[in-house]
C-alpha cells in the first residue's frame, strides 16, 4: 500500500509540474487560459452553438509542443479542424484569431477576405461578432471583401473603379449617411 501511495504521488507531482509548465508556456505565448476559454466561447457564437476548445499535443518540451484545434458545430461529434469543411475551418480560425486579439485589442485590426470561404448565414455572424467586437473595445475594423452580406453591414465603403482606361478613381459611401439621405 506504501509502495502505490508514492506511486501515486510521483505521477500526481509530475502531472502539476507538467500543468504548471503548460500555464507558463501558454502565458509567454500571450494567449493565456483567458484566450482558450475565449476561443471556445466565440467558437460557439460563430457556429450558433457547438463547442470548440485547443489541446497542446504531447510533447517533452512544452515550448516545442504543438497545437491542436477541435470544434465540433451544432450536430457534429467533436472533431479535429482539418476534418472540418472549408467554412468551418474558417469560423473555427476566426474564432481563435479574435480570442487572442481580445486579450490585446489593437486600435486596427485588417481583415483580409476573410468572409470569402463563408455562406450568407456565417458571414451574418461574422459581421455581428465584429460589430459586437468594435463596440467592446475602441478598435476600427478594415474589411477587404467582395461579399455583398458583408458590404452591406458595414459604415463606410471603399472601392476603386476605371472611369476611362488606366485611370482608377478611388470611390468612398458612407451607408450612413446613404440611408439618411433615402429616407
Known sequence: M????KYFQGH???LEDLFVTRRQFLQRAGMGF???SLAALLGEELFGGGTAELQLIEHE??????????????GKKLQVMSLLSGGEQALTALSLLFAVFMTN????????EVDAPLDDLNVERFCALVKDIAGRTDT???????????MARMDRLYGVTMAEQGVSQLVSVNLQEA???VA
Not at 2 to 5: D, F, G, K, L, S
Not at 61 to 74: N, W
Not at 105 to 112: E, G, K, Q, S, Y
Open 61 to 74: 518540451d512544452p515550448l516545442e509542443a504543438g497545437l491542436e484545434i477541435h470544434a465540433s458545430p451544432p
Open 12 to 14: 500526481s507531482a509530475r
Open 179 to 181: 440611408d439618411r439621405m
Open 140 to 150: 476600427r475594423f478594415m474589411v477587404i471583401t467582395h461579399h455583398r452580406v458583408t
Open 2 to 5: 506504501n509502495t502505490n501511495n
Open 34 to 36: 483567458g484566450a482558450l
Open 105 to 112: 485589442p489593437a486600435p486596427i485590426c485588417v481583415l483580409d
